[in-house]
DNA sequence: TAGATTGTTAATCGATTAACAATC
DNA sequence: TAGATTGTTAATCGATTAACAATC
């Protein structure tokens, strides 16, 4: 049992890139690391890694530091890769494809077992050994499959539509890839939203501010 | 020019929100807004918005508020997508092709000029209007059409070692889907890593608190 | 035991929110 | 002019960093 309750997103964003790092480290055979190590290897402050992994538990030893196993198999609880929440994909256009082909869901506590599409010319088309199913089969595929999470890359116009399907469907999970901020309005439902288009902006302003610095130098 | 010199972070990622939401309220129709009404509408507080926009001078008008057209025309001058940065994308795999195909560049201040692969079998092939070539013909190309934005959707293994060689043929801003953290190292080149497991396993935390909070009710 | 390093409290820093005078 | 709403300063809140006593 954890000091759950509430945990502060700024740590919980940064729970995966300890449990990257870590798997890194055991994969390399290190058994214990230091959070002055750590801190070193993921550019953060040894303080900062302490105060984190503290909010859900003393995983490490004065004067040892932590082992790096059995902390990675504890954040990996802490996220929940043991589950398998049971996963459908709406929307196999390049992204939806790309996604359920490159995204090991597995490894991250989900388990893709549906992919829709309304466009009749994909149905029975296989992606990742699933075939692709029309969108007018999700009611009945949910309530037989009951999943739990959705990943939506679908036209923004469509998205909130089909999101208040999903709920009324039992979905409680949200991937979101479409252009459309599928935010709040529920209570109790996940929303996760990757912008993508907003990434490259951000990307494109970073571009702008270096090439005009060296510009003026 | 803008009071510019070192807006944080924090402003600069919610800016291509701001563009996203101005451009939906342009394509309504709506000529102006005040701070108060676009907060409901992004579910910020007023305060936020006045602040943020206030980082780069004053766009609004006392007792008017702000003029949509202007502004979202403003914003997208700080974020450059009047741009055209060349831009190269490595690795046509699913991710590859997909982000090619899926991404409006032209719209976001890039232009994407080049795709490459290691795979012998995939040049030739058109994705996007571009034709894809061996990874061998980077360096050729990179110094005949002086790309700056780099797109990276190869395996961690490589990520490495090829953005240290796209950053010796001119590359200054990378947009890295590998699952390697590509960081720091580099000074004057920007990164903007897109994790998109750590972004599942970051759904995956929500997934099982709310999963259990309604167990426990 | 002495050295190392955690867990945790206190101090600092930055970001968000509130308040209000300036002004359209 | 009166009303509305900004730009901006001050107050609050939260997150990060520093420090150190606890302890392996």
Redesign the interface.
């Known amino acids: 049992m954890s000091k759950n309750g509430s945990i502060s997103s700024s740590v919980?964003?940064r729970?995966?890139?300890y449990?990257?790092?870590l798997g890194e480290l055991e994969k390399q055979g290190v058994d214990r690391i230091s959070s002055r190590e750590l801190s070193e290897l993921?550019?953060l402050t040894a303080s900062q890694i302490r105060q984190d992994l503290n909010c859900f538990g003393g995983f490490g030893q004065q004067g040892y530091g932590y082992h790096v196993e059995d902390l990675r198999k504890e954040i990996g609880k802490?996220?929940?890769?043991d589950?398998h929440?049971k996963t459908i994909l709406i929307g196999a256009?390049?992204?939806g494809?790309?996604?359920a082909?490159?995204?090991?869901?597995e490894t991250?506590?989900?388990s893709l077992i549906g992919i829709f599409d309304v466009n009749p010319k994909l149905t029975g088309e296989v992606v990742s050994d699933i075939p692709i199913r029309h969108t007018d089969e999700i009611e009945k595929f949910c309530e037989k499959n009951s999943p739990?999470?959705a990943v939506l890359c679908i036209p923004k116009a469509n998205t909130q539509e089909i999101a208040d399907k999903l709920v009324s469907l039992g979905i409680?999970?949200?991937?979101n890839f479409s252009?459309y901020?599928l935010?709040?309005d529920y209570d109790?439902?996940?929303v996760?939203n990757?912008?993508?288009?907003?990434?490259?902006?951000?990307?494109?302003?970073?571009?702008?501010?270096?090439?005009d610095?060296?510009d003026e130098d």
Chains 1, 2 share one sequence.
Do not use: Q
């Open positions: 919980i964003k729970l995966p890139r449990y990257r790092f993921m550019k802490i996220l929940g890769v589950r929440f256009g390049n992204l494809k790309a996604i082909m490159h995204i090991n869901f991250r506590g989900c739990v999470v409680k999970a949200f991937w252009h901020d935010s709040i109790n439902i996940v996760e990757v912008h993508l288009g907003d990434s490259l902006l951000t990307l494109t302003y970073g571009t702008n501010i270096i090439t610095t060296e």
